[in-house]
């Protein structure tokens, strides 16, 4: 199974920026599907953020359309996560995963350990 790193969170203010990424152990380039979840407390449920098929088309949450942008590197087994205009609501852990599926659902089947990103006001 492959594993998953992520690496890019920390603590910024509101409007700021962040990138994410999250590299492969091996190749991604095979018809993975690419993606990005967020959980903001423990107890809260884990929320599909973007994600990104082999073939580059790309799907988006409604809370981040138009200040997230998910992209992939086949060549360097890695997916980016570029974030603007932060807002305190986005603070969460980030987690990366791999999957099966199409360019208007997926199914995650491995998970890196995931990120966190504070956002603060």
């Known amino acids: 199974q492959v594993q998953l790193a992520e690496s890019g969170g920390g603590l910024v203010q509101a409007g700021g920026s962040l990138r994410l990424s999250c590299a492969a152990s091996?190749?991604?380039?095979?018809?993975?599907?690419m993606g990005w979840y967020r959980q903001g407390s423990p107890g809260k449920q884990r929320e599909l953020v973007a994600?990104?098929?082999?073939?580059?088309?790309?799907n988006y949450a409604d809370s981040v359309k138009g200040r997230f942008t998910i992209s992939r590197d086949n060549a360097k087994n890695t997916v980016y996560l570029q974030m603007i205009s932060l807002k305190p609501e986005d603070t969460a852990v980030y987690y990366c995963n791999a999957g099966l599926g199409g360019s208007s659902s997926y199914t995650p089947m491995a998970w890196g350990q995931g990120t966190q990103v504070t956002v603060s006001s």
């Open positions: 091996r190749s991604i380039s095979s018809g993975a599907v």
């Open positions: 994600f990104i098929t082999s073939g580059g088309s790309t």
